[in-house]
Nanobody, 126 residues
Framework: QVQLVESGGGLVQAGGSLRLSCAAS????????MGWFRQAPGKEREFVAT????????SYADSVKGRFTISRDNAKNTVYLQMNSLKPMDTAVYYC???????????????????WGQGTQVTVSS
């Protein structure tokens, strides 16, 4: 059983930056892909970014491409989401997710992630 704990959310002005962290415990971290998703009020959860098991392959939603960067440190069992040039439309609860063990490839689909964190709120003011 993998536990995921996000941190780093908060209130920031438009144009600002935040760095989210997701610490994993309770299972092998380095053999599974990780992802970030978000859910705004009244909207469905959407894909933000994903990274493969080694960190060598990443993919992003078009809405965040060029502004957000996903990375991971397998020695620390942690995945990060660096968010720059934030916009009010980025306001949402951000969730970290982990795929099943040995599923090391990136994925856009939330149904392919087995474990989820509790979420961290990001609010961007205009």
């Amino acid at each position: 059983q993998v536990q995921l704990v996000e941190s780093g959310g908060g209130l920031v002005q438009a144009g600002g930056s935040l760095r989210l962290s997701c610490a994993a415990s309770g299972g092998t971290f380095s053999n599974r892909a990780m992802g970030w998703f978000r859910q705004a009020p009244g909207k469905e959860r959407e894909f933000v970014a994903t990274i493969n098991e080694s960190g060598g392959t990443t993919s992003y939603a078009d809405s965040v491409k060029g502004r957000f960067t996903i990375s991971r440190d397998n020695a620390k069992n942690t995945v990060y989401l660096q968010m720059n040039s934030l916009k009010p439309m980025d306001t949402a609860v951000y969730y970290c997710a982990a795929r099943w063990a040995y599923y090391g490839d990136t994925s856009y689909s939330d149904v392919e992630y087995r474990y989820w964190g509790q979420g961290t709120q990001v609010t961007v003011s205009s």
